[in-house]
């Protein structure tokens, strides 16, 4: 990747964590059925195992709040351990 589709790689990201994020607090608040959130995680979970999405990651997870970032890493952590 050429520095501006890193660049361009880096706000996707940001974009779809984020998004992920509400639907996750939404949940957390009983706006959404339980189970909402987990069922979005594929995509963007598949991202942030990547090279450069875990390095996004690594680098900015400590913008999202506590929880949300330790349901993150559960999930990341459950996909690390299926391919292993």
């Not at 890193?6 to 607090?25: A, E, G, T």
């Not at 990341?76 to 351990?81: G, L, M, P």
């Amino acid at each position: 990747m050429d520095e501006i589709d890193n660049l361009r790689f880096q706000y996707l990201l940001s974009d779809i964590v984020w998004f992920s994020q509400h639907i996750w607090d939404r949940q957390q608040r009983g706006l959404f059925p339980k189970g909402e959130w987990e069922r979005g995680t594929e995509i963007f979970t598949d991202m942030l195992t990547s090279r450069r999405g875990a390095a996004w990651w690594d680098h900015n997870k400590s913008g999202f709040p506590p929880a949300f970032r330790a349901d993150v890493d559960k999930v990341i952590d459950s996909k690390r351990h299926k391919v292993a």
